[in-house]
C-alpha cells in the first residue's frame, strides 16, 4: 500500500503550494488523513488532520491561520493549501493515514501507512 504525496516545490516568503496526496480507496476512505513535515535534525511533527468525513479537522497551532486541509473522497484524495509560507515552513510534507475515529488526531503514533514525502523549501 502506497500513499503518494506531491505539490513540494522552492518558493519566496509569502507564496502558497497545494500539497496532494492520493492512494487507493481502501487506504484512504473511511479514515483520518492527517499532514506532517520533519525539518532538518528535527523530529516528524503533526501539521493537519482531517476526519474521513471532512466534518472535523486539527492543525498545529503554527499553522492553523495559513494551512487549510480537505479531501475528495470520490478520488481518495486528500490536500493541504499551504498559504502565507515562512522559512520555518521549510520540511519535507508526508502525509498519512490514521485512524478510523476523528479522536487524537494530531497523535502521529495513531498512524500507520505513510507517503513518501514532498519537499517544501522557502526561501527568504
Known amino acids: 500500500v502506497q500513499l503518494q504525496a506531491s505539490g513540494g516545490g522552492l518558493v519566496q516568503v509569502g507564496s502558497s503550494l497545494r500539497l496532494t496526496c492520493s492512494g487507493p480507496?481502501?487506504?484512504?476512505?473511511?479514515?483520518?488523513m492527517g499532514w506532517f513535515r520533519q525539518a532538518p535534525g528535527k523530529e516528524r511533527a503533526f501539521v493537519a488532520a482531517?476526519?474521513?468525513?471532512?466534518?472535523?479537522?486539527a492543525y498545529q497551532d503554527s499553522v492553523k491561520d495559513r494551512f487549510i486541509i480537505s479531501r475528495d473522497n470520490a478520488k481518495n484524495t486528500v490536500f493541504l493549501q499551504t498559504n502565507g509560507l515562512k522559512p520555518e515552513d521549510t520540511a519535507v510534507y508526508y502525509c498519512?493515514?490514521?485512524?478510523?475515529?476523528?479522536?487524537?488526531?494530531?497523535?502521529?503514533?495513531?498512524?500507520?501507512?505513510w507517503g513518501q514525502g514532498t519537499q517544501v523549501t522557502v526561501s527568504s
Open positions: 498519512a493515514r490514521g485512524p478510523v475515529t476523528a479522536q487524537a488526531m494530531g497523535n502521529i503514533r495513531l498512524y500507520d501507512y
Open positions: 480507496g481502501r487506504t484512504v476512505s473511511r479514515y483520518v
Open positions: 482531517i476526519s474521513w468525513s471532512g466534518g472535523s479537522t
